[in-house]
């Protein structure tokens, strides 16, 4: 009756390792999300009309949210002397499922 009390401790070890390794990984998938998400600058936009239907309609021919839009432009933009400022031709990848 020893053995098999000591198979039923070795199995609720062996669960309650699984769980608290299951635990670290939920802890470390949080902390990652959590410093991905604090390393984001979050804007909000109000663009005039002309500007943001420009905006829009571009996004739509491109099949991308204008937020992707957006991003992709900051992320070449190229600043110059003289307050100018420059994008190079990008191309801007569809999204699968753009919400538009």
Do not use: Y
Not at 6 to 11: I, L, R, V
Not at 37 to 48: M, Q
Not at 63 to 79: F, K, S
């Amino acid at each position: 009756m020893t053995l098999a009390l000591d198979g039923q401790a070795q199995a609720w070890i062996a669960a309650r390792e699984v769980r608290l390794a299951a635990e670290r990984e939920w802890a470390e998938r949080v902390r990652r999300e959590q410093q991905a998400a604090s390393e984001r600058v979050h804007l909000r936009l109000s663009l005039a009309g002309p500007v943001g239907r420009r905006l829009e309609a571009l996004a739509r021919e491109l099949g991308v949210m204008p937020e992707r839009l957006v991003a992709v432009l900051v992320e070449h933009v190229q600043g110059g002397g003289e307050g100018l400022v420059h994008v190079p031709a990008v191309a801007v990848p569809a999204e699968e499922n753009p919400r538009l």
